[in-house]
């Protein structure tokens, strides 16, 4: 795994590798090597592995890794590997904006209309900017949720970074 693809701009960093060994060889040397270890815990669903850090250390910004096992060919497959927060965060944080961008188009709407017909806008201005300061105040929340998970975020990778190694 290049340390390049590994850039903290990112929401979520992924990885792709290829392997030149079949889907199901890779996917049964994957998990051994992952099963193997005290630190993570892992579960695995057909084709799909999640890599959590442990119960005892986990707390609302802990990351998790997701790993796929795809099939090219009958001898050569490909490991596709997704780090971010657990899909309950990704999930809250995606419902609040979308509510607060849509609450923007309302209130957009709204000042187009009472502008139109020559009445306040007032009350749809002011809601525009406090939805701008809801959005920084969010943007703020998750940087911070990065930060407090940015070390398991590293100890993660390390750890990918030498199952991979393992299995090569």
């Known amino acids: 795994m290049d340390d390049t693809l590994y850039n903290q701009v990112f ?9 030149d060994m079949n889907a199901d060889f890779l996917l ?10 005290q630190r993570f815990k892992m579960k695995s669903i057909d084709n799909h592995i999640i890599v959590d850090v442990p119960e005892k250390e986990n707390h609302y910004w802990s990351p ?10 009958e001898n050569r497959s490909k490991i596709k590997g ?10 809250l944080f995606m419902f609040i904006h979308f509510g ?7 209130f957009g709407v709204v000042i187009y209309s009472n502008w139109s017909l020559k009445k306040s806008t007032l009350f749809p201005i002011v809601m525009l900017v406090v939805l701008s300061l809801l959005w920084i105040v969010l943007y703020g929340i998750g940087t911070i949720g990065k930060s407090i998970g940015k ?11 030498q199952v ?4 090569k």
Request: aromatic letters at 8%; charged letters at 30%; zero cysteines.
């Open 28 to 37: 049964e040397k994957l998990k051994k090597n992952i099963d193997g270890n």
């Open 11 to 19: 929401l979520k960093p992924r990885f792709q590798i290829d392997f």
């Open 151 to 161: 070390k398991q975020m590293d100890e993660l990778k390390e750890f990918t970074k």
């Open 64 to 73: 998790q890794l997701q790993v796929e096992i795809e099939e090219l060919t």
């Open 164 to 167: 991979l190694k393992n299995i």
């Open 100 to 106: 607060v961008a849509i609450s923007v188009l309302i």
């Open 82 to 91: 997704l780090f971010g927060p657990k899909p309950q965060v990704w999930t």
